[in-house]
């Protein structure tokens, strides 16, 4: 077994000194975060989903002879009761019964929507809840694009996507894989649906553009809607 080196007086005292400091100062960001609302710019709900999501098992236990001056320093902070079972890991029925004796004098908490309240007494179980209701912070607004930009990149992912597939029917294998396509018949009908919504959404006999340009868009779907009734009137005849 290896010998265990003793340290002497000094340094003892020295490395206890260490860590009262180290956990003076965990309990100083943890007020830092509650009442910085750092819980909710993280995006998490509520202070407790903060809690045990960052931390976990890693909260720091507290030894039961510091429990009570701890519990008073945090309510001296703000933090209601509830916020402080969350961050030490204890039950709220131990946290209440460790305020007791910090919560003689009134004093003032910040709620979990940011808000400050009169503190309740240990004993007010019902009132120290409500204090602990979390308001959800109010959303960002997405800012969207604009839809002539958002249009224009659509149509042209669309196009993109179909000119893949229709290159894949000029290959040399496409033939004797054709059987193993038709399993896709029921998305592709799909596009071919949404895709009949969208120019109609688009009321294009109203739209302003040439003759010209009406005369090749009438073709164009005349060509499409014969090539289609070609194919559902084949489908028919083989049934």
């Known amino acids: ?125 019902v009132d120290a809840e409500l204090v602990d209701v979390p308001s959800r912070p109010e959303p960002p607004k997405v800012k969207r694009r604009p839809l002539p930009e958002a249009f224009t990149d659509a149509g042209r992912d669309l196009t993109r996507a179909a000119e893949r597939l229709a290159r894949l029917t000029e290959d040399d294998r496409f033939a004797k894989n054709r059987e193993t396509t038709h399993h896709q018949v029921p998305e592709l009908l799909g596009a071919l649906e949404h895709t009949t919504r969208l120019v109609q959404a688009m009321n294009l006999p109203a739209a302003n553009a040439s003759k010209e340009a009406r005369r090749w868009w009438a073709t164009s779907l005349h060509k499409i809607s014969d090539a289609l009734t070609d194919v559902a009137n084949s489908i028919e005849k083989e049934q």
Do not use: H
């Open 1 to 125: 077994m290896n010998e265990i080196t003793l340290p002497t007086q000094e340094e003892a005292r020295a490395l206890t000194d260490r860590i009262k400091i180290a956990v003076e100062g965990t309990w100083q960001l943890i007020r830092e975060a509650y009442t910085s609302r750092t819980w909710a710019v993280l995006g998490y709900d509520t202070w407790d989903a903060y809690c045990t999501a960052e931390f976990g098992n890693a909260r720091l236990r507290l030894p039961r002879e510091e429990r009570q001056e701890v519990v008073s320093s945090l309510r001296d902070s703000g933090l209601s009761l509830r916020a402080i079972a969350s961050a030490t890991g204890l039950s709220p029925a131990t946290v209440m019964r460790d305020a007791r004796v910090s919560d003689e004098t009134p004093r003032e908490v910040t709620g979990l929507d940011g808000k400050t309240y009169a503190a309740p007494v240990a004993d007010e179980v």
